[in-house]
């Protein structure tokens, strides 16, 4: 899903969960999992589940 960041931010990660075992949002750019698009800096993914097929370049 290819989004910016701050939509990003309104998505629960996978990986990460609070201290009560809830789950967080993604961090973005912060992650080393953040892919940013090649054509649209300010957007990008979670590199976790692949290259979003609508993700040109
Ligand atoms: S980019 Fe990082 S923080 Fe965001 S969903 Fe993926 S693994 Fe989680």
Redesign the pocket.
């Known amino acids: 899903m290819v989004l910016s960041e701050n939509e990003?931010k309104f998505k629960f990660?996978?990986?990460?969960k609070t201290t009560e075992d809830k789950m967080k949002f993604?961090?973005?750019s912060m992650?080393m999992?953040?892919r940013r698009h090649d054509k649209d800096k300010d957007k990008g993914w979670?590199g976790?589940a692949g290259k979003p097929l609508n993700a040109a370049g």
Do not use: H, R, T
């Open positions: 990003a990660c996978p990986l990460l993604c961090q973005g992650c999992m953040w979670c976790l």
